[in-house]
């Protein structure tokens, strides 16, 4: 069974920092493009950033140089350091990826992890 975990989330004052990580497991022959993408209460789900197995991220809106993100392939794991964290950047965050599995392609995503921005 193939699984994307998240973690890292939780509360932090504005101004505050966070890294979440994002682990795949399970029988997959390869990791292909990953994002993050997150989801504040009424609105809707939002890409934040997003990294091809090899190559540099793609940040959305104003994001970048605030969140940076990275991938380890060796462990199929992606993160997102998140800098100078504002009220408006609470949301679950999501981690997705494109699987290459046995039996053909996949695309999951995680359970999602709460970040919470306040003082």
């Known amino acids: 069974q193939v699984q994307l975990v998240e973690s890292g989330g939780g509360l932090v004052q504005p101004g505050g920092s966070l890294r979440l990580s994002c682990a795949v497991s399970?029988?997959?022959?390869?990791?292909?493009?990953m994002g993050w993408y997150r989801q504040a209460a009424g609105k809707q789900r939002e890409l934040v950033a997003s990294?091809?197995?090899?190559?540099?991220?793609n940040y959305g809106d104003s994001l970048k140089g605030r969140f940076t993100m990275s991938r380890d392939n060796a462990k199929n794991t992606v993160y997102l350091q998140m800098n100078s964290l504002k009220h408006e950047d609470t949301a679950v965050y999501y981690c997705?990826?494109?699987?290459?599995?046995?039996?053909?392609?996949?695309?999951?995503w995680g359970q999602g992890t709460q970040v919470t921005v306040s003082s």
């Open positions: 997705s990826a494109a699987l290459q599995l046995s039996t053909g392609l996949l695309s999951a």
């Open positions: 990294i091809k197995r090899w190559g540099s991220a």
């Open positions: 399970g029988s997959i022959s390869s990791v292909y493009d």
